[in-house]
C-alpha cells in the first residue's frame, strides 16, 4: 500500500496532535513524527506551524470561508433566513472542531501573541469569519434585503459568538451536549439576529 504524500500526513498528523494535546503542546519536531518524515520535510512544506495552524484549519475543519465568500458574492439568493442559519450551522462546527485545538494558547500568553502576530502575517485570525459575514450582510443591505441602518458588524459578532459560545459553554455539563440540537439552534440563532436586522 503506498503511503499518501508528505503534505497530507503532516496536515492530518497536525490535525491530529492539535486536537489531542492542543497547539500549544504540538510541536513541528512531534508532528513531522507522527506523520513519518523528518522536521525539514515539514518545513519544505510549512513556513511555520501557524502556516501549518491554518493548513489544518482550512483543509481539515468544517468549511465557513468559502461559504460566506459564496454568499456575500451572490446576495438575493436563497432567503437571509436560510442563509444565516447555513452560516451558524457551518460556524458551529468549525468552532466546535477549531476550540481544542486553540484552547491550550491561552494558558500562555507570550505564545499566544506569537502566535496572533504569525497569523497577522498570513492574513488569518479569529476575526476573519466576522468580517466575512459582515460583508454578506452588507451585500444583502445594498440588495435592500436587510434594513439600510441595521449594524451589520454586531450582527454577525454575534451570530458568530453564539456559535463560538455554543462550542465552549456545554463542555462541562454533565451531557456535554447543548439543549438544542445544532439544526434547531442554528435556525432560532439566525432568526434572533435577523429579528434585530431585518
Do not use: W
Not at 60 to 69: A, E, F, I, N
Request: with cysteine.
Amino acid at each position: 500500500m503506498q503511503l499518501p504524500p508528505a503534505r497530507v500526513r503532516i496536515v492530518d498528523a497536525a490535525h491530529e496532535l492539535m486536537h489531542t494535546i492542543g497547539l500549544a503542546r504540538a510541536t513541528t519536531k512531534e508532528i513531522a513524527k507522527a506523520a513519518g518524515c523528518s522536521e525539514a520535510a515539514l518545513y519544505k512544506h510549512f513556513a511555520s506551524k501557524e502556516d501549518l495552524f491554518v493548513k489544518v484549519l482550512n483543509e481539515r475543519l468544517p468549511q465557513l470561508g468559502p461559504l460566506v465568500s459564496r454568499l456575500a458574492a451572490e446576495p438575493g439568493e436563497g432567503s437571509v433566513e436560510e442563509n444565516l442559519t447555513e452560516i451558524a450551522r457551518q460556524a458551529a462546527l468549525f468552532y466546535a472542531e477549531s476550540f481544542p485545538i486553540a484552547a491550550s494558547l491561552y494558558a500562555d500568553p507570550q505564545l499566544k501573541r506569537r502566535h496572533d502576530d504569525a497569523l497577522r502575517e498570513l492574513g488569518s485570525g479569529p476575526h476573519v469569519p466576522i468580517e466575512g459575514v459582515d460583508a454578506y450582510l452588507r451585500a444583502e443591505q445594498r440588495a435592500g434585503r436587510i434594513a439600510s441602518g441595521a449594524d451589520t458588524y454586531a450582527a454577525a459578532s454575534l451570530l458568530l459568538g453564539a456559535c463560538a459560545l455554543r462550542a465552549f459553554a456545554y463542555d462541562m455539563t454533565e451531557t456535554g451536549q447543548p439543549p438544542q440540537p445544532l439544526p434547531e439552534f442554528a435556525l432560532a440563532t439566525a432568526r434572533a439576529v435577523l429579528r434585530g436586522i431585518a
